[in-house]
Each structure stands twice: as structure tokens, then as C-alpha cells.
């Protein structure tokens, strides 16, 4: 149900919108069609003013060349004999006219047959030079241009000619002297302009006017005659008044009713307007049809409704666009908040089963798991935290902490300091991790050593705080222990037997005969017993290098490594360099196991035959500390197996025909670690291998001092033996309980060396 609203909802949307579209669309349709029908109203109306705009240019230009040329006829009355200066200066102002189309204005005088050498004579005695005239024969009278003025384009002359060969001219003429008045011609080609090619012949026309003088009884003096050329002249004019949006054809009724086209004039366009006037023009019947383009008629509209429908769409699809916007927002709305709903339900459902995934571990996991926030109010404490804590009732006062729970140091007598607790610390930002402290108060009267891992808070808590784990380590620090002791007892217990089969066999190569068979022999027994005990004194270094506590103090790096060096070169050949060395804080008898087993390997791992060398120097380091590297043009170490090497017993395949139990190096760690430092390896630049180590620096002694530590180191190196020896002894390492020299424990020192060198 809900699903088909939602459904119906979604539909309304667009419903709506496609209405006001097509509406909007209809709209648009309906104002361009008033539009349209506006505009072609508008169109017809300015093609009537165009039309009869060109119609009154066509009549106005014809009436004026009728006045000027009837101006001129009159004149031309007045004079008794008209000679060519006359003719000139009343024709002249016909030059700066602009008479469009005009091509010619002559003073044409009838000659008969009999009298052509004396008008001849007697017109160019009036001015007409050189006119000779040529009567065409049939014809009793003829007709002569004597005077001719040439206007628009017109440079041959028909002076002479008999205008009779124009039988359209010949007609006007006698036409007007018939009827005393201006007459026009049907169109013909003017006689000007037989002599062109025939593309650049018009057809034209003249006007004649009669010239009667204006005596009692007239007299018959001649003709003034206009020609026009038809095309010019109806471009011309009709190209004034349109600026070429028109089209038009000027079209004569002859005296036979034919109609003939003076001119037509074409402008480009699909002419859908079209006019037609008829009007008079002497006694002839002249027609003017003017033709338009209704888009490029100016005033007419073009664009508009083009526009109109353009925008109207437009604005329809944006109107439309908007509705459906606006009619499917709300659902769509309406759907995103179900959707957020349904992903917080969802997210909290998560939460829910999260936090009780997490309540489920922290109740049934056997660590201790305490969260305070940043005043130390407790926040989370899981049931194996209570149980271990041995107090039902949480306290939130740091300073009382050590009380309440009984917190003391891993030796059970000495209360912590609430400074050095591992929730306090990490409340001021840092980490710890295997803090040892025992816990005893009336719960736990026996109390339980545990190891802490404290934390800052992680910032996604959303709060500030700490959190500690904690577990129980009473047991596994028992069993350690019995294993220690078990060890120690183990090594004791199989160094007295092998001392004493060394020694026996020891005396027995003293008393044989030096080519005695069996001497090799026992020389094998001491050696395998020496490699025995080499094996046994690693194994308890391995302890030591755990367990022993460190008697840090400052050492002459320099001597030390001279030392080991010494001792390692006293039975072989090698050479070896020794850069300029600092101080360091250290544990003497540990730091010389350190360089005498890297010293060690480095003299061990060398090819079959090769001279083995050593350099060890000191590279540049952070302040405060010293690095020290030990370098050496051995076998090297493949890449793969440098990380691995610190391992115990890891040992690379390269370093299998030398003797040796992979333990060394992990030894190396220990002693480096336990100083603060770290230790890496890399091959050495020009072969062999280059190992590193980092110790905290220490400031170089005064002499008195450096006297009194020099006495100090041979004192530790002395007990370096005894040192190892305590690691064997029962109670090592117990929290709070110093291990106990020893003194039942053989030099051991040279053999080592001699097993060394093996
Ligand atoms: P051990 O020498 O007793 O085998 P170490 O812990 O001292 O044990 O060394 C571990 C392994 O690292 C060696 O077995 C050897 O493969 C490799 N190694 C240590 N030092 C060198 C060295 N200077 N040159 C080449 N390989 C070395």
C-alpha cells in the first residue's frame, strides 16, 4: 500500500510536468501563429508603402524629364534661328540633373528631300559642326539630331542620321507634331546604342515635345527629344527609394495594345509580395509591378516569431524542468530520510551487537582491562581486572592508588610510585609496556605479580583517558624460573664431568710418546670437549645477556675494541684499523661481549685462504649517542637473510662449513637492546659485510676519572667470567633478588679463545 502511494507519488511528478510543457508549448505555438498573421498584416501594409513609394518615383521622374524637357522645347520656340550655343547653354543644367536613365537630349529638326544641302549649310552655319546629313530614301521629309547632348553613358553620336530608320521614334515624333504635345515612343533600342553589343542594349524610350513658335499662325520648328534607357532607369530608381530590398518590372502598352517589358529588376530573395500599378504616361498605358521578400523586407518583422517560438520552448522546457524539480523533491526527500533512517538503524543495531561483542571479550578474556578518563574516574574494568586487582570497590584518586590496591615494585616491598604507574603514565601521553609490579593488599595477601601494557586513550574514544592490560605473570615467572635453574644446574652439572675428561685427557697426551698412533685421538677428545664447552658458555651468556643487571658506567670505547682485537689477533694472521672511538655508557663486561663476537664473526666468516680483516669506527649518530660499525671483507650476508640473522640460531646457508650455534648475534641483540640501542647490518661498500650498533654517548672522564674507570673496566673484564657465572645460579632474574657471585667457577677465559679460533 505504502509502496503504491510512494509509487503514485513518484508518477505525479513528471505527469505535471509534461502538462505544463505541452502547454507551455501550445502557448508558445498559438502566439507565434498571432505572430505570424501580425507580421504578414505588417508586411502587406509596408509592401503598399514600398510599392507606392516606387510607383510615385516612377511618375514624379518621368514628370520631371517631361517639364525639363518642355522647359527646353519652349525655349527653344522663342528663337527665331536656334544655334548650337543656345541649345548648349538652356540644355546644360540637364547635366548636373541626375537624370537617371537618361541617355541623350537633342534638338531634331524635320529636313525635306529637296532642301538637305541648304539645311545642311545652314545648321552648320548655326553650330553644328561637321554635321553632314544622310537622308534614307522613301520618305519625302526627314528627320535630323542636329544638336545632341549626350548625358549618362552615352558617347556615340547620331548627328546626321536619319532618325526615320527608328520607325518607334519617327512615330512619336510625328505623333506630338500632330497633337502639339509631348509624346512618348513605344521602347526600341536607341539608335545610340545599335553600334553595342547587344547584352549592353536597353530598351528605352523617348519623349518628343514639339516646338511651335509662338507667332499667330505656329510654325513648326522641330523637336526636343529625350531618350531613356529602360533598365537604367528603373534600377536606378527603384534602388533609390528600396535600398535593393525591391524587385521591379516597368512594362509599356505599345500603340498596337502589346505589352512590352521596358526593364525588370531583380533582387535576391523569394519575392512572396507582389504589387501592380497601372499608370498613364503621355497616352500610352504603362504598368509598374514591384515584387518583395517578405523576410527581407525591412520593417516587416524577419525573426521574430522564429525567436518567439525559439524562446517560448525554452522557457517552456525550463518551466517544466522546475515543476519536476520541485513535484518529485518532496518524495525524493521523503525517500532520503528513509533511507538515513534505515542506515542509523542499521548503524546502531552494529553499535549494539559491537559493544556487545566487545562487553562478551572483555568479560570472558583472562587479561585485566582497566579504562579510565582523564581525571582517572574508572570506565571500563572487565571481571579478570577486579579478580587480579583482588578490591571490589574502584577508587578514583590516583594518589590513593597505591594504598588501595597495594601496588608495589616487582620486588613486593617498595610501593610504587604513582608517577611511574602505567595508567598515570599513559594519562600524560605515554606508552609502557611489560611494566612488572606486584599487587598485594587483604585480597590478594600473597600477592600476584603482574605485567602492565598502558595506553593513551585512542582519540576515536571521543574522550581523553587511559587504558592498561594487565595479566597475571606470577606463574610463568616461577616456571622461568625452575627453568633457570634447571639450566644453570644442566650447564654446572656438565662442565664439572667435561672439565674433568679434559683434563684427563690432557695428562694422558703429556704422558704418550709424542709419535704415539693414539695422540691424534685424544687431541680430537680436548677438542670436542672445548667445542662442548664453548656451546654451554654461549647458552648461559644467552641468559646472562637477559637476566644480569647492567652495571652501566662510562668506557673507553677505543681500548676496548683494542682489547678484544688484541686477544683475536694473537694467534693469526690479519689485519685490522681502529678509527678514533668515543665513550659510551655502558656495561664493560657485556659491551666487550658484544664487539668480541662481531669482531669474532668477522674474523670467522672469510673465504678459504683469505686474510682476514676488520675495521671499526665511529659514524655519525643523533645527538647524545654514538654509533659504532664493525666492518668486515668477509663472505657477507645474502639480503634475504638480514633481517633474520639476530634470530636465535639462525644462521645463513653461506656459513655452513664454519663452526658455530646461530646464538651469537641474537646475544649481540640482547646486550645492544637492553642499552637502549639497536642494532642493523649492511653489506660493506667493498664487499663483506658492515654491522652496526648504538649506544648512549658519555662524556669523556677527567684523568683522575678515567684512571679510577680504567680500574673499573679491568676490574669488570676480570669478572666477566663471574658475571657469567651468576647467570647459571638458581634465582636469577626472581624479581628483586641480585644474582650471587660466584666462586667455585674455573678461569675460563683462554680456552674460550682457543675455541674461538677453531
Ligand atoms: P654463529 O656465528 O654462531 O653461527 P651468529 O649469531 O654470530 O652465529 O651469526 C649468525 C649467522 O650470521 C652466522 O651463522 C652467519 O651465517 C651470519 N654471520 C654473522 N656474522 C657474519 C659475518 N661477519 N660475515 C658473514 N656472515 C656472518
Same mark, same amino acid.
Request: hydrophobic share 40%; proline share 6%.
Given at each position: 500500500?505504502?509502496?503504491?502511494?510512494?509509487?503514485?507519488?513518484?508518477?505525479?511528478? #513528471? /505527469?505535471?510536468?509534461?502538462?505544463?510543457?505541452?502547454?507551455?508549448?501550445?502557448?508558445?505555438?498559438?502566439?507565434?501563429?498571432?505572430? *505570424?498573421?501580425?507580421?504578414?498584416?505588417?508586411?502587406?501594409?509596408?509592401?503598399?508603402?514600398?510599392?507606392?513609394?516606387?510607383?510615385?518615383?516612377?511618375?514624379?521622374?518621368?514628370?520631371?524629364?517631361? !517639364?525639363?524637357?518642355?522647359?527646353?522645347?519652349?525655349?527653344?520656340? @522663342?528663337?527665331?534661328?536656334?544655334?548650337?550655343?543656345?541649345?548648349?547653354?538652356?540644355?546644360?543644367?540637364?547635366?548636373?540633373?541626375?537624370?537617371?536613365?537618361?541617355?541623350?537630349?537633342?534638338?531634331?529638326?524635320?529636313?525635306?528631300?529637296?532642301?538637305? $544641302?541648304?539645311?545642311?549649310?545652314?545648321?552648320?552655319?548655326?553650330?553644328?559642326?561637321?554635321?553632314?546629313?544622310?537622308?534614307?530614301?522613301?520618305?519625302?521629309?526627314?528627320?535630323?539630331?542636329?544638336?545632341?547632348?549626350?548625358?549618362?553613358?552615352?558617347?556615340?553620336?547620331?548627328?546626321?542620321?536619319?532618325?526615320?530608320?527608328?520607325?518607334?521614334?519617327?512615330? !512619336?515624333?510625328?505623333? &506630338?507634331?500632330?497633337?502639339?504635345?509631348?509624346?512618348?515612343?513605344?521602347?526600341?533600342?536607341?539608335?545610340?546604342?545599335?553600334?553595342?553589343?547587344?547584352?549592353?542594349?536597353?530598351? &528605352?524610350?523617348?519623349?518628343? !515635345?514639339?516646338?511651335?513658335?509662338?507667332?499667330?499662325?505656329?510654325?513648326?520648328?522641330?523637336?526636343?527629344?529625350?531618350?531613356?534607357?529602360?533598365?537604367?532607369?528603373?534600377?536606378?530608381?527603384?534602388?533609390?527609394?528600396?535600398?535593393?530590398?525591391?524587385?521591379?518590372? /516597368?512594362?509599356?502598352?505599345?500603340?498596337?495594345?502589346?505589352?512590352?517589358?521596358?526593364?525588370?529588376?531583380?533582387?535576391?530573395?523569394?519575392?512572396?509580395?507582389?504589387?501592380?500599378?497601372?499608370?498613364?504616361?503621355?497616352?500610352?498605358?504603362?504598368?509598374?509591378?514591384?515584387?518583395?521578400?517578405?523576410?527581407?523586407?525591412?520593417?516587416?518583422?524577419?525573426?521574430?516569431?522564429?525567436?518567439?517560438?525559439?524562446?517560448?520552448?525554452?522557457?517552456?522546457?525550463?518551466?517544466?524542468?522546475?515543476?519536476?524539480?520541485?513535484?518529485?523533491?518532496? $518524495?525524493?526527500?521523503?525517500?532520503?530520510?528513509?533511507?538515513?533512517?534505515?542506515?542509523?538503524?542499521?548503524?546502531?543495531?552494529?553499535?549494539?551487537?559491537?559493544?556487545?561483542?566487545?562487553?562478551?571479550?572483555?568479560?570472558?578474556?583472562?587479561?585485566?582491562?582497566?579504562?579510565?578518563?582523564?581525571?582517572?574516574?574508572?570506565?571500563?574494568?572487565?571481571?579478570?581486572?577486579?579478580? /587480579?586487582?583482588?578490591?571490589?570497590?574502584?577508587?578514583?584518586?590516583?594518589?590513593?592508588?597505591?594504598?588501595?590496591?597495594?601496588?608495589? *615494585?616487582?620486588?613486593?616491598?617498595?610501593?610504587?610510585?604513582?608517577?611511574?604507574? #602505567?595508567?598515570?603514565?599513559?594519562?600524560?601521553?605515554? &606508552?609502557?609496556?611489560?611494566?612488572?609490579?606486584?599487587?598485594?593488599?587483604?585480597?590478594?595477601?600473597?600477592?600476584?605479580?603482574?605485567?602492565?601494557?598502558?595506553?593513551?586513550?585512542?582519540?576515536?574514544?571521543?574522550?581523553?583517558?587511559?587504558?592498561?592490560?594487565?595479566?597475571?605473570?606470577?606463574?610463568?615467572?616461577?616456571?622461568?624460573?625452575?627453568?633457570?635453574?634447571?639450566?644453570?644446574?644442566?650447564?654446572?652439572?656438565?662442565?664439572?664431568?667435561?672439565?674433568?675428561?679434559?683434563?684427563?685427557?690432557?695428562?694422558?697426551?703429556?704422558?704418550? +710418546? #709424542?709419535?704415539?698412533?693414539?695422540?691424534?685421538?685424544?687431541?680430537?677428545?680436548?677438542?670436542?670437549?672445548?667445542?662442548?664447552?664453548?656451546?654451554?658458555? @654461549?647458552?648461559?651468556?644467552?641468559?646472562?645477556?637477559?637476566? $644480569?643487571?647492567?652495571?652501566?658506567?662510562?668506557?673507553?670505547?677505543?681500548?676496548?675494541?683494542?682489547?678484544?682485537?688484541?686477544?683475536?689477533?694473537?694467534?693469526?694472521?690479519?689485519?685490522?684499523?681502529?678509527?678514533?672511538?668515543?665513550?659510551?655508557?655502558?656495561?664493560?663486561?657485556? /659491551?666487550?661481549?658484544?664487539?668480541?663476537?662481531?669482531?669474532?664473526?668477522?674474523?670467522?666468516?672469510?673465504? %678459504?685462504?683469505?686474510?682476514?680483516?676488520?675495521?671499526?669506527?665511529?659514524? +655519525?649518530?643523533?645527538?647524545?649517542?654514538?654509533?659504532?660499525?664493525?666492518?668486515?671483507?668477509?663472505?657477507?650476508?645474502?639480503?634475504?637473510?638480514?633481517?633474520?640473522?639476530?634470530?636465535?640460531?639462525?644462521?645463513?646457508?653461506?656459513?655452513?662449513?664454519?663452526?658455530?650455534?646461530?646464538?651469537?648475534?641474537?646475544?649481540?641483540?640482547?646486550?645492544?637492546?637492553?642499552?637502549?640501542?639497536?642494532?642493523?647490518?649492511?653489506?660493506?661498500?667493498?664487499?663483506?659485510?658492515?654491522?652496526?650498533?648504538?649506544?648512549?654517548? $658519555? #662524556?669523556?672522564?677527567?684523568?683522575?676519572?678515567?684512571?679510577?674507570?680504567?680500574?673499573?673496566?679491568?676490574?669488570?673484564?676480570?669478572?666477566?667470567?663471574?658475571?657469567?657465572?651468576?647467570?647459571?645460579?638458581?634465582?636469577?632474574?626472581?624479581?628483586?633478588?641480585?644474582?650471587?657471585?660466584?666462586?667455585?667457577? %674455573?678461569?675460563?677465559?683462554?680456552?674460550?679463545?682457543?675455541?674461538?679460533?677453531?
Amino acid at each position: 500500500m505504502g509502496r503504491r502511494m510512494h509509487g503514485e507519488r513518484r508518477a505525479a511528478g #513528471p /505527469l505535471l510536468a509534461t502538462g505544463v510543457l505541452l502547454t507551455g508549448l501550445l502557448v508558445t505555438v498559438l502566439a507565434v501563429g498571432g505572430l *505570424r498573421a501580425a507580421q504578414q498584416d505588417k508586411a502587406e501594409r509596408v509592401m503598399d508603402q514600398r510599392h507606392a513609394m516606387a510607383l510615385a518615383a516612377v511618375q514624379t521622374e518621368i514628370a520631371r524629364y517631361r !517639364a525639363l524637357l518642355e522647359t527646353l522645347a519652349a525655349g527653344a520656340a @522663342t528663337q527665331d534661328e536656334l544655334t548650337w550655343d543656345d541649345f548648349d547653354a538652356a540644355s546644360a543644367p540637364l547635366d548636373d540633373a541626375k537624370l537617371i536613365g537618361a541617355a541623350a537630349v537633342a534638338y531634331v529638326a524635320p529636313v525635306r528631300t529637296g532642301d538637305l $544641302a541648304a539645311a545642311q549649310r545652314r545648321w552648320r552655319e548655326r553650330g553644328a559642326a561637321g554635321l553632314t546629313l544622310h537622308a534614307s530614301s522613301g520618305r519625302d521629309e526627314h528627320y535630323f539630331a542636329v544638336f545632341v547632348r549626350p548625358l549618362t553613358g552615352s558617347e556615340g553620336t547620331v548627328g546626321g542620321t536619319d532618325l526615320a530608320g527608328a520607325a518607334e521614334l519617327t512615330a !512619336a515624333l510625328d505623333e &506630338s507634331r500632330r497633337i502639339h504635345a509631348t509624346a512618348v515612343s513605344d521602347t526600341y533600342v536607341l539608335l545610340r546604342d545599335r553600334r553595342k553589343p547587344v547584352s549592353a542594349q536597353q530598351q &528605352s524610350f523617348v519623349f518628343a !515635345a514639339p516646338i511651335w513658335t509662338r507667332a499667330n499662325t505656329p510654325e513648326f520648328k522641330g523637336w526636343m527629344v529625350l531618350g531613356l534607357r529602360g533598365r537604367s532607369f528603373v534600377s536606378g530608381v527603384i534602388d533609390t527609394i528600396s535600398q535593393g530590398q525591391l524587385s521591379g518590372t /516597368l512594362i509599356a502598352t505599345g500603340s498596337d495594345g502589346r505589352e512590352v517589358t521596358i526593364a525588370d529588376r531583380s533582387v535576391p530573395g523569394e519575392p512572396d509580395l507582389v504589387r501592380q500599378s497601372r499608370f498613364v504616361v503621355g497616352d500610352r498605358q504603362w504598368t509598374l509591378v514591384t515584387r518583395a521578400d517578405i523576410g527581407r523586407l525591412p520593417g516587416a518583422g524577419g525573426q521574430a516569431p522564429g525567436l518567439v517560438l525559439g524562446g517560448g520552448a525554452l522557457l517552456s522546457g525550463l518551466l517544466a524542468g522546475l515543476v519536476q524539480v520541485l513535484a518529485t523533491g518532496r $518524495a525524493r526527500a521523503r525517500a532520503q530520510v528513509e533511507v538515513a533512517t534505515r542506515e542509523l538503524r542499521e548503524a546502531e543495531a552494529a553499535s549494539r551487537r559491537q559493544a556487545g561483542v566487545l562487553a562478551a571479550v572483555l568479560d570472558t578474556i583472562g587479561d585485566g582491562v582497566t579504562v579510565v578518563d582523564e581525571t582517572g574516574h574508572m570506565l571500563v574494568e572487565n571481571p579478570a581486572g577486579k579478580r /587480579l586487582m583482588g578490591t571490589t570497590v574502584s577508587n578514583h584518586h590516583p594518589e590513593e592508588w597505591q594504598q588501595h590496591y597495594g601496588v608495589y *615494585r616487582p620486588d613486593g616491598r617498595t610501593p610504587m610510585p604513582v608517577g611511574e604507574m #602505567p595508567l598515570i603514565r599513559a594519562l600524560r601521553g605515554e &606508552s609502557s609496556d611489560g611494566v612488572e609490579l606486584v599487587i598485594r593488599n587483604a585480597v590478594r595477601p600473597e600477592g600476584v605479580l603482574i605485567s602492565v601494557d598502558g595506553r593513551p586513550l585512542d582519540p576515536s574514544a571521543g574522550l581523553p583517558g587511559a587504558v592498561v592490560v594487565f595479566r597475571d605473570i606470577t606463574e610463568l615467572r616461577r616456571y622461568e624460573t625452575d627453568l633457570q635453574v634447571f639450566a644453570g644446574v644442566v650447564a654446572h652439572d656438565l662442565k664439572a664431568p667435561l672439565a674433568l675428561t679434559r683434563g684427563h685427557a690432557e695428562v694422558a697426551l703429556d704422558e704418550l +710418546p #709424542p709419535d704415539h698412533p693414539v695422540r691424534e685421538r685424544i687431541a680430537r677428545i680436548v677438542q670436542s670437549t672445548d667445542r662442548m664447552d664453548d656451546m654451554i658458555e @654461549t647458552l648461559l651468556a644467552y641468559t646472562t645477556a637477559r637476566d $644480569a643487571p647492567l652495571k652501566l658506567a662510562p668506557v673507553d670505547l677505543g681500548a676496548l675494541v683494542r682489547d678484544v682485537i688484541d686477544e683475536r689477533v694473537a694467534h693469526r694472521e690479519a689485519t685490522w684499523s681502529i678509527g678514533p672511538l668515543p665513550w659510551v655508557r655502558a656495561d664493560a663486561g657485556m /659491551l666487550r661481549h658484544l664487539l668480541d663476537n662481531l669482531v669474532g664473526n668477522a674474523f670467522k666468516y672469510v673465504r %678459504p685462504g683469505a686474510i682476514p680483516s676488520v675495521e671499526v669506527v665511529a659514524a +655519525p649518530a643523533p645527538e647524545g649517542w654514538a654509533r659504532i660499525e664493525v666492518a668486515d671483507t668477509g663472505i657477507g650476508i645474502p639480503d634475504a637473510d638480514k633481517s633474520r640473522i639476530f634470530e636465535t640460531f639462525h644462521r645463513t646457508e653461506e656459513a655452513a662449513g664454519y663452526a658455530g650455534t646461530g646464538l651469537g648475534l641474537a646475544i649481540c641483540r640482547r646486550i645492544v637492546e637492553r642499552h637502549g640501542g639497536e642494532i642493523g647490518v649492511a653489506d660493506n661498500p667493498g664487499g663483506g659485510t658492515r654491522f652496526h650498533f648504538t649506544l648512549e654517548e $658519555a #662524556p669523556m672522564p677527567d684523568d683522575d676519572e678515567q684512571e679510577r674507570v680504567q680500574k673499573a673496566l679491568e676490574r669488570a673484564l676480570a669478572e666477566r667470567a663471574a658475571i657469567l657465572e651468576a647467570a647459571r645460579l638458581p634465582g636469577l632474574g626472581f624479581p628483586g633478588i641480585e644474582p650471587q657471585p660466584a666462586e667455585d667457577q %674455573p678461569a675460563r677465559a683462554p680456552r674460550q679463545e682457543r675455541q674461538r679460533q677453531d
